[in-house]
């Protein structure tokens, strides 16, 4: 029983006690509004290149998806000729 009214006597001190507040947010915005804006250029510049490569590649790649044949064409194509007669 010693031991749960030494606890009992600490919730009761520490219910008494108000924890300090401190407000870090006028700190946090005040850095904020001083810090340079990050330089972001050449991440930029490598974007635009991306974007462009993987638009040229899709552009080529489907150039050529349309110009090749269907591989089944040549497997069909006595078909059809007999169809015709």
């Not at 850095?31 to 250029?41: L, Q, V």
């Not at 462009?52 to 089944?72: Q, R």
Request: hydrophobic fraction near 55%; aromatic fraction near 8%.
């Amino acid at each position: 029983m010693d031991e749960l009214e030494a606890i009992e006597k600490l919730v009761a001190r520490a219910r008494r006690e108000t924890p300090a507040v401190n407000s870090i947010a006028d700190g946090i915005l005040a850095r904020m509004h001083h810090s340079p804006p990050p330089r972001i250029a050449g991440l930029s510049v490598f974007a635009v290149v991306s974007a462009v490569a993987a638009t040229i590649a899709m552009a080529i790649g489907a150039y050529f998806w349309m110009a090749s044949p269907d591989p089944l064409t040549e497997l069909y194509a006595p078909l059809q000729v007999g169809l015709l007669w």
